[in-house]
Protein backbone atom coordinates (compact mmCIF):
# COMPACT_ATOMS: atom_id res chain seq x y z
CA UNK A 1 0.00 0.00 0.00
CA UNK A 2 1.66 3.50 -0.93
CA UNK A 3 3.06 5.96 1.68
CA UNK A 4 0.00 7.93 3.48
CA UNK A 5 -3.29 5.29 3.35
CA UNK A 6 -3.71 2.88 5.67
CA UNK A 7 -6.98 0.78 6.48
CA UNK A 8 -9.08 2.85 9.07
CA UNK A 9 -8.41 6.04 9.74
CA UNK A 10 -5.41 7.49 7.87
CA UNK A 11 -2.75 10.25 8.43
CA UNK A 12 -3.18 13.77 9.68
CA UNK A 13 -2.76 15.33 6.33
CA UNK A 14 -5.66 16.88 5.02
CA UNK A 15 -5.75 16.89 1.63
CA UNK A 16 -6.89 19.72 -1.02
CA UNK A 17 -9.54 17.27 -3.11
CA UNK A 18 -9.71 13.32 -4.12
CA UNK A 19 -7.38 14.48 -7.24
CA UNK A 20 -4.40 15.60 -4.90
CA UNK A 21 -4.91 12.24 -3.53
CA UNK A 22 -4.93 10.41 -6.99
CA UNK A 23 -2.09 12.02 -8.04
CA UNK A 24 0.21 11.81 -5.16
CA UNK A 25 -0.59 8.23 -3.77
CA UNK A 26 -2.09 6.49 -7.11
CA UNK A 27 -3.54 4.39 -4.65
CA UNK A 28 -4.70 0.58 -5.65
CA UNK A 29 -7.51 -0.04 -2.83
CA UNK A 30 -10.76 2.32 -2.46
CA UNK A 31 -10.34 5.10 -0.81
CA UNK A 32 -12.92 7.09 1.33
CA UNK A 33 -12.72 10.98 1.21
CA UNK A 34 -14.50 13.03 3.38
CA UNK A 35 -14.71 16.94 3.73
CA UNK A 36 -16.01 18.00 7.23
CA UNK A 37 -16.76 21.30 5.31
CA UNK A 38 -19.67 19.52 3.45
CA UNK A 39 -20.76 18.26 6.66
CA UNK A 40 -20.95 21.42 8.42
CA UNK A 41 -22.90 22.65 6.13
CA UNK A 42 -25.00 19.90 6.13
CA UNK A 43 -25.47 20.26 9.51
CA UNK A 44 -26.27 24.10 9.52
CA UNK A 45 -28.72 23.64 6.51
CA UNK A 46 -31.04 21.24 9.27
CA UNK A 47 -30.46 23.31 12.06
CA UNK A 48 -31.41 26.53 10.25
CA UNK A 49 -34.28 24.84 8.32
CA UNK A 50 -36.10 22.35 10.40
CA UNK A 51 -38.56 23.53 12.35
CA UNK A 52 -37.80 21.57 15.60
CA UNK A 53 -35.07 19.28 16.98
CA UNK A 54 -32.67 17.90 14.71
CA UNK A 55 -30.77 14.49 15.47
CA UNK A 56 -28.54 12.25 13.60
CA UNK A 57 -29.21 8.78 12.80
CA UNK A 58 -26.40 7.23 14.12
CA UNK A 59 -26.66 4.05 12.13
CA UNK A 60 -26.16 5.39 8.25
CA UNK A 61 -22.26 6.33 9.28
CA UNK A 62 -20.73 6.14 12.49
CA UNK A 63 -17.37 7.42 12.04
CA UNK A 64 -16.03 8.64 15.37
CA UNK A 65 -15.08 12.22 12.89
CA UNK A 66 -18.25 12.38 11.58
CA UNK A 67 -20.12 12.66 15.28
CA UNK A 68 -17.56 14.61 16.79
CA UNK A 69 -17.99 17.16 13.35
CA UNK A 70 -21.93 17.62 14.10
CA UNK A 71 -21.70 17.92 17.48
CA UNK A 72 -19.30 21.11 16.82
CA UNK A 73 -21.69 22.37 14.29
CA UNK A 74 -24.42 22.06 16.67
CA UNK A 75 -26.61 19.01 16.59
CA UNK A 76 -27.91 18.18 19.91
CA UNK A 77 -29.64 14.43 19.32
CA UNK A 78 -28.38 11.38 17.92
CA UNK A 79 -31.23 8.86 16.99
CA UNK A 80 -29.25 5.70 18.27
CA UNK A 81 -30.45 2.00 17.57
CA UNK A 82 -28.14 -0.29 19.89
CA UNK A 83 -26.06 -0.40 23.16
CA UNK A 84 -22.87 -0.04 20.88
CA UNK A 85 -24.49 3.30 19.43
CA UNK A 86 -25.86 4.55 23.02
CA UNK A 87 -22.32 4.20 24.11
CA UNK A 88 -20.66 5.21 21.46
CA UNK A 89 -22.88 9.04 21.65
CA UNK A 90 -22.41 9.00 25.27
CA UNK A 91 -18.74 9.14 24.87
CA UNK A 92 -18.80 11.53 22.01
CA UNK A 93 -20.67 13.35 22.77
CA UNK A 94 -21.88 13.35 26.65
CA UNK A 95 -24.25 16.17 26.86
CA UNK A 96 -26.38 15.30 23.59
CA UNK A 97 -29.86 13.50 23.74
CA UNK A 98 -30.03 10.04 22.78
CA UNK A 99 -33.39 8.35 21.15
CA UNK A 100 -33.50 4.54 21.56
CA UNK A 101 -35.80 4.15 18.27
CA UNK A 102 -35.07 0.79 16.75
CA UNK A 103 -38.72 -0.41 18.06
CA UNK A 104 -37.84 -3.99 19.20
CA UNK A 105 -35.02 -4.77 21.82
CA UNK A 106 -34.24 -7.83 23.97
CA UNK A 107 -34.00 -7.52 27.74
CA UNK A 108 -30.54 -7.08 27.96
CA UNK A 109 -30.66 -4.22 25.79
CA UNK A 110 -33.61 -2.77 27.71
CA UNK A 111 -31.50 -2.88 30.74
CA UNK A 112 -28.37 -1.53 29.25
CA UNK A 113 -30.02 1.54 28.20
CA UNK A 114 -31.92 2.42 31.49
CA UNK A 115 -28.54 1.95 32.88
CA UNK A 116 -27.39 4.62 30.52
CA UNK A 117 -29.96 6.87 31.20
CA UNK A 118 -31.77 6.77 27.77
CA UNK A 119 -34.97 9.27 28.26
CA UNK A 120 -36.68 8.56 24.79
CA UNK A 121 -38.11 5.59 23.11
CA UNK A 122 -39.85 3.82 20.32
CA UNK A 123 -42.47 0.94 20.40
CA UNK A 124 -44.69 -0.01 17.34
CA UNK A 125 -46.43 -3.68 19.45
CA UNK A 126 -48.30 -4.24 22.84
CA UNK A 127 -45.24 -7.07 23.46
CA UNK A 128 -42.77 -4.38 22.77
CA UNK A 129 -44.41 -1.80 25.25
CA UNK A 130 -45.14 -4.30 27.93
CA UNK A 131 -41.12 -5.10 27.90
CA UNK A 132 -40.77 -1.28 28.35
CA UNK A 133 -43.10 -0.95 31.57
CA UNK A 134 -41.77 -3.33 33.50
CA UNK A 135 -37.79 -2.04 32.89
CA UNK A 136 -38.39 1.46 32.10
CA UNK A 137 -39.11 3.95 35.25
CA UNK A 138 -41.56 6.80 33.95
CA UNK A 139 -40.61 9.79 35.44
CA UNK A 140 -39.57 12.12 32.78
CA UNK A 141 -39.70 9.30 30.05
CA UNK A 142 -40.80 9.55 26.47
CA UNK A 143 -42.25 7.05 24.98
CA UNK A 144 -43.08 7.53 21.13
CA UNK A 145 -45.67 4.95 19.17
CA UNK A 146 -44.22 4.05 15.53
CA UNK A 147 -47.21 4.01 12.80
CA UNK A 148 -46.40 3.21 9.19
CA UNK A 149 -48.73 3.57 6.22
CA UNK A 150 -48.20 2.38 2.18
CA UNK A 151 -45.19 3.40 1.22
CA UNK A 152 -44.89 7.01 -1.03
CA UNK A 153 -42.00 8.52 -2.74
CA UNK A 154 -39.17 6.64 -1.09
CA UNK A 155 -37.07 4.42 -2.29
CA UNK A 156 -37.97 1.20 -0.36
CA UNK A 157 -40.16 0.90 2.29
CA UNK A 158 -39.53 0.52 6.28
CA UNK A 159 -43.23 -0.55 6.80
CA UNK A 160 -42.36 -3.73 6.13
CA UNK A 161 -40.15 -4.10 8.93
CA UNK A 162 -41.63 -1.60 11.33
CA UNK A 163 -44.79 0.25 12.44
CA UNK A 164 -47.79 -0.29 13.54
CA UNK A 165 -51.22 0.71 11.91
CA UNK A 166 -52.79 3.85 13.11
CA UNK A 167 -55.28 2.01 15.44
CA UNK A 168 -52.89 0.14 16.57
CA UNK A 169 -50.74 3.01 17.16
CA UNK A 170 -53.81 4.83 19.01
CA UNK A 171 -54.00 2.05 21.29
CA UNK A 172 -50.09 2.42 22.72
CA UNK A 173 -50.28 5.75 22.52
CA UNK A 174 -53.43 5.79 24.95
CA UNK A 175 -51.57 2.98 27.42
CA UNK A 176 -48.06 5.55 27.22
CA UNK A 177 -50.20 8.78 28.25
CA UNK A 178 -51.93 6.12 31.22
CA UNK A 179 -48.66 5.03 32.52
CA UNK A 180 -47.63 8.16 33.11
CA UNK A 181 -45.11 8.32 30.71
CA UNK A 182 -44.75 11.19 27.97
CA UNK A 183 -47.00 10.51 25.02
CA UNK A 184 -45.15 11.36 21.65
CA UNK A 185 -45.60 9.27 17.94
CA UNK A 186 -43.17 8.43 15.45
CA UNK A 187 -42.73 7.93 11.72
CA UNK A 188 -40.49 6.98 8.95
CA UNK A 189 -41.85 7.64 5.91
CA UNK A 190 -38.86 5.56 4.16
CA UNK A 191 -35.54 6.32 2.35
CA UNK A 192 -34.11 9.05 -0.23
CA UNK A 193 -38.01 10.95 0.19
CA UNK A 194 -37.11 13.63 -2.91
CA UNK A 195 -40.72 14.34 -2.75
CA UNK A 196 -42.03 16.68 0.00
CA UNK A 197 -45.47 15.21 -0.39
CA UNK A 198 -44.13 11.67 1.64
CA UNK A 199 -44.45 13.65 4.80
CA UNK A 200 -47.96 14.39 4.35
CA UNK A 201 -50.15 11.85 4.83
CA UNK A 202 -48.27 10.42 7.36
CA UNK A 203 -48.39 13.91 9.60
CA UNK A 204 -52.02 14.28 8.66
CA UNK A 205 -52.25 10.44 10.35
CA UNK A 206 -50.84 11.08 13.45
CA UNK A 207 -53.05 14.07 13.95
CA UNK A 208 -56.01 11.54 13.30
CA UNK A 209 -54.08 8.81 15.75
CA UNK A 210 -54.13 11.87 18.61
CA UNK A 211 -58.02 12.46 17.85
CA UNK A 212 -58.43 8.29 18.48
CA UNK A 213 -56.79 8.02 20.97
CA UNK A 214 -57.71 11.59 23.20
CA UNK A 215 -53.78 12.37 23.78
CA UNK A 216 -52.28 15.25 22.91
CA UNK A 217 -48.45 14.38 21.73
CA UNK A 218 -45.44 16.21 23.37
CA UNK A 219 -43.58 15.62 20.20
CA UNK A 220 -43.74 14.37 16.58
CA UNK A 221 -40.53 12.89 15.21
CA UNK A 222 -41.12 12.84 11.38
CA UNK A 223 -38.27 10.49 10.60
CA UNK A 224 -35.51 10.03 8.34
CA UNK A 225 -35.91 9.79 4.70
CA UNK A 226 -34.42 13.26 3.96
CA UNK A 227 -32.43 12.72 0.49
CA UNK A 228 -28.86 13.14 -0.65
CA UNK A 229 -27.92 14.32 -4.04
CA UNK A 230 -27.28 11.07 -6.05
CA UNK A 231 -28.40 12.27 -9.79
CA UNK A 232 -26.79 14.31 -11.19
CA UNK A 233 -28.18 17.78 -12.02
CA UNK A 234 -31.13 17.05 -9.50
CA UNK A 235 -30.42 18.54 -6.16
CA UNK A 236 -32.77 17.67 -3.54
CA UNK A 237 -35.00 20.57 -2.35
CA UNK A 238 -34.70 20.54 1.76
CA UNK A 239 -36.28 23.86 2.25
CA UNK A 240 -39.43 22.39 0.56
CA UNK A 241 -39.35 19.59 2.75
CA UNK A 242 -38.99 21.68 5.78
CA UNK A 243 -41.77 24.16 4.81
CA UNK A 244 -44.16 21.13 4.15
CA UNK A 245 -43.51 19.30 7.38
CA UNK A 246 -44.27 22.76 9.39
CA UNK A 247 -47.28 23.81 7.37
CA UNK A 248 -48.98 20.08 7.36
CA UNK A 249 -48.39 19.90 10.73
CA UNK A 250 -49.60 23.42 11.82
CA UNK A 251 -53.12 22.95 9.31
CA UNK A 252 -53.63 18.97 11.05
CA UNK A 253 -52.86 19.76 14.41
CA UNK A 254 -54.27 23.35 15.19
CA UNK A 255 -53.55 24.94 18.41
CA UNK A 256 -52.42 21.13 19.71
CA UNK A 257 -49.18 20.95 17.45
CA UNK A 258 -46.77 19.05 19.02
CA UNK A 259 -42.94 19.58 18.95
CA UNK A 260 -40.97 18.31 16.28
CA UNK A 261 -38.16 16.10 15.58
CA UNK A 262 -36.58 14.61 12.92
CA UNK A 263 -33.70 11.79 12.08
CA UNK A 264 -31.81 12.09 8.96
CA UNK A 265 -28.55 10.49 8.46
CA UNK A 266 -28.45 10.10 4.67
CA UNK A 267 -29.68 13.64 3.92
CA UNK A 268 -26.44 15.01 6.92
CA UNK A 269 -23.71 12.69 5.88
CA UNK A 270 -23.59 11.11 2.68
CA UNK A 271 -22.42 13.68 0.48
CA UNK A 272 -19.91 14.89 2.53
CA UNK A 273 -18.10 11.74 1.24
CA UNK A 274 -17.10 10.44 -1.76
CA UNK A 275 -15.66 7.22 -2.59
CA UNK A 276 -12.30 6.92 -5.12
CA UNK A 277 -12.05 3.51 -6.74
CA UNK A 278 -10.14 2.38 -9.00
CA UNK A 279 -10.71 0.19 -12.19
CA UNK A 280 -8.74 -2.87 -12.34
CA UNK A 281 -9.87 -3.85 -16.37
CA UNK A 282 -11.95 -2.67 -19.12
CA UNK A 283 -12.78 -6.38 -20.14
CA UNK A 284 -13.19 -6.72 -24.47
CA UNK A 285 -13.71 -2.70 -24.45
CA UNK A 286 -17.10 -3.30 -22.82
CA UNK A 287 -17.45 -4.14 -19.30
CA UNK A 288 -15.52 -2.09 -16.43
CA UNK A 289 -14.31 -4.28 -13.34
CA UNK A 290 -13.78 -1.62 -10.23
CA UNK A 291 -11.64 -2.42 -7.17
CA UNK A 292 -14.82 -1.85 -4.74
CA UNK A 293 -18.33 -3.19 -5.02
CA UNK A 294 -21.53 -4.54 -3.97
CA UNK A 295 -19.75 -6.18 -0.82
CA UNK A 296 -17.72 -3.21 -0.13
CA UNK A 297 -18.47 0.68 0.15
CA UNK A 298 -21.08 0.48 -2.91
CA UNK A 299 -23.60 -2.28 -0.73
CA UNK A 300 -26.42 -0.24 -0.82
CA UNK A 301 -26.85 0.55 -4.74
CA UNK A 302 -28.73 -2.48 -5.94
CA UNK A 303 -31.41 -1.50 -3.58
CA UNK A 304 -31.65 2.02 -3.56
CA UNK A 305 -29.88 2.78 -6.91
CA UNK A 306 -26.90 3.91 -8.29
CA UNK A 307 -24.89 7.06 -7.96
CA UNK A 308 -24.66 8.77 -11.05
CA UNK A 309 -22.30 11.38 -9.60
CA UNK A 310 -19.53 10.45 -11.17
CA UNK A 311 -15.70 11.56 -11.80
CA UNK A 312 -13.26 9.47 -13.66
CA UNK A 313 -9.92 10.68 -13.37
CA UNK A 314 -6.85 9.41 -14.95
CA UNK A 315 -4.05 7.85 -12.95
CA UNK A 316 -1.90 11.65 -12.84
CA UNK A 317 -5.59 13.34 -11.49
CA UNK A 318 -6.93 15.01 -14.61
CA UNK A 319 -10.56 13.77 -15.76
CA UNK A 320 -11.09 11.57 -18.67
CA UNK A 321 -12.79 13.57 -21.41
CA UNK A 322 -15.10 11.32 -24.36
CA UNK A 323 -17.89 10.75 -25.48
CA UNK A 324 -20.35 9.21 -22.71
CA UNK A 325 -20.69 5.47 -23.18
CA UNK A 326 -23.32 2.86 -20.95
CA UNK A 327 -21.37 0.63 -19.46
CA UNK A 328 -22.04 -2.49 -16.96
CA UNK A 329 -19.43 -2.48 -13.93
CA UNK A 330 -18.95 -5.02 -11.89
CA UNK A 331 -17.07 -5.44 -8.60
CA UNK A 332 -13.65 -7.05 -7.52
CA UNK A 333 -14.64 -10.26 -6.64
CA UNK A 334 -15.32 -13.78 -7.97
CA UNK A 335 -19.08 -13.58 -7.49
CA UNK A 336 -21.56 -12.75 -9.76
CA UNK A 337 -23.79 -11.17 -7.70
CA UNK A 338 -21.29 -8.11 -7.50
CA UNK A 339 -22.70 -6.07 -10.06
CA UNK A 340 -24.08 -2.47 -9.66
CA UNK A 341 -27.60 -2.07 -11.31
CA UNK A 342 -28.06 -1.27 -14.85
CA UNK A 343 -25.76 0.24 -16.33
CA UNK A 344 -23.92 3.29 -15.67
CA UNK A 345 -22.65 6.16 -18.57
CA UNK A 346 -18.94 6.72 -18.34
CA UNK A 347 -16.27 7.81 -20.87
CA UNK A 348 -15.69 5.99 -23.91
CA UNK A 349 -11.82 5.80 -23.33
CA UNK A 350 -11.70 5.14 -20.11
CA UNK A 351 -9.01 2.98 -19.00
CA UNK A 352 -7.59 0.25 -16.85
CA UNK A 353 -6.02 2.15 -13.87
CA UNK A 354 -8.11 5.11 -14.10
CA UNK A 355 -10.25 5.76 -10.90
CA UNK A 356 -13.80 6.38 -10.75
CA UNK A 357 -14.92 8.57 -7.92
CA UNK A 358 -18.71 7.88 -6.70
CA UNK A 359 -19.69 11.63 -4.84
CA UNK A 360 -22.05 11.41 -2.10
CA UNK A 361 -20.88 7.64 -0.97
CA UNK A 362 -21.15 8.63 3.12
CA UNK A 363 -24.02 6.98 3.55
CA UNK A 364 -24.41 2.89 4.58
CA UNK A 365 -20.78 2.63 2.90
CA UNK A 366 -18.18 2.31 5.46
CA UNK A 367 -21.04 0.52 7.41
CA UNK A 368 -21.47 -2.30 5.59
CA UNK A 369 -18.17 -2.90 4.08
CA UNK A 370 -16.83 -6.50 4.14
CA UNK A 371 -13.50 -7.99 3.32
CA UNK A 372 -15.59 -10.93 1.48
CA UNK A 373 -13.01 -12.93 -1.21
CA UNK A 374 -10.04 -10.78 0.54
CA UNK A 375 -11.34 -7.79 -0.69
CA UNK A 376 -12.60 -4.65 1.18
CA UNK A 377 -9.33 -2.88 2.22
CA UNK A 378 -10.05 0.79 2.51
CA UNK A 379 -8.17 3.12 3.49
CA UNK A 380 -9.77 6.48 4.94
CA UNK A 381 -8.73 10.31 4.09
CA UNK A 382 -9.44 13.99 5.16
CA UNK A 383 -9.93 16.76 2.22
CA UNK A 384 -10.72 20.52 2.43
CA UNK A 385 -13.00 19.90 -0.68
CA UNK A 386 -14.33 17.38 -2.60
CA UNK A 387 -13.88 18.49 -6.15
Not at 26 to 37: C, G, I, R
Request: a negative charge.
Amino acid sequence: MPMGLTEGRGPKTVWSNPAEIIRRLTPENPVMVFAPSVLRAAAQRFLQGFPGLVTYAVKSNPDEAVIRTLSAAGVKGFDVASPYEIDLIGRLAPDAARHYHNPVRSQAEIAHAVEAGIKSWSVDSRSELDKLFVRVPAENCEISPRFKLPVLGAAYDFGSKFGASPELAAELLRAVADRGYIPSLTFHPGTQCTDPHAWESYITTAAEICAMAGVKARRLNVGGGFPSHRVTGVEPDLTAIFQLIRRVTDEAFGTDAPQLVCEPGRGLCADAFALITRVKAVRDGQNVFLNDGVYGGLFELPIVGNLDRLQVLTPEGTPREDEPMPRIIFGPTCDSVDRLPGELTLPANIQEGDYVIFHGAGAYSTVTNTRFNGFGLMAHLTVNALE
